[in-house]
């Protein structure tokens, strides 16, 4: 007889987390691996959406990893996420029915969105404006056909 280990969820996303930490970190040498940004906006959402907590908690440490390696303000991306899935997100769900369109919104919010977020926080506060390449391009195709598949 096999008995079940209780805490195999915690385990396999701490794990997950563990993965992500070495997958980012090597996303900032090699620049044709995506930041998963868009994909961490999906899963944020989507925890959001059903009311689990473990699993919003390991999308926020994931996102604020990622703040701290690409150099970002700490909880914006938190922030910004959450002001979309509250306010812009819910519309958007309600009006838009086609399952590929919602994944180019949330990679659209994701990449683009979240930039003119910090261009606006920046320039408020007098800082230099982030930079934007032609990376963002081919992070946003590859993102689009993850959440595609996702969605």
């Known amino acids: 007889m096999q008995r079940s280990f209780s805490y195999q969820n915690v385990i396999s996303r701490l794990f997950l987390v563990v993965l992500f ?15 998963l940004l868009a994909l961490l906006f999906f899963l ?11 699993a919003l908690v390991t999308v926020i440490i994931m996102l604020l990893v990622f703040e701290a ?19 812009l ?28 977020f910090m261009w606006f926080v920046n320039q408020v506060l007098l800082l230099s404006v982030p930079v934007i390449d032609w990376h963002t391009i ?13 969605v």
């Open 21 to 35: 930490v070495i997958y980012i970190s090597l996303s900032s040498m090699y620049l044709l691996l995506p930041p």
């Open 44 to 54: 944020y959402y989507d925890a959001l959406t059903k009311n689990d907590l473990f």
């Open 69 to 87: 390696e690409k150099g970002f303000w700490f909880g914006s991306t938190v922030i910004f996420f959450t002001l979309l899935s509250r306010y």
């Open 89 to 116: 997100l819910p519309k958007v769900e309600q009006t838009i029915q086609c399952k590929p369109c919602i994944a180019g919104i949330f990679v659209a919010l994701g990449y683009i969105g979240y930039w003119v």
């Open 138 to 150: 081919l992070y946003m195709i590859i993102e689009f056909l993850i959440i595609a598949a996702l």
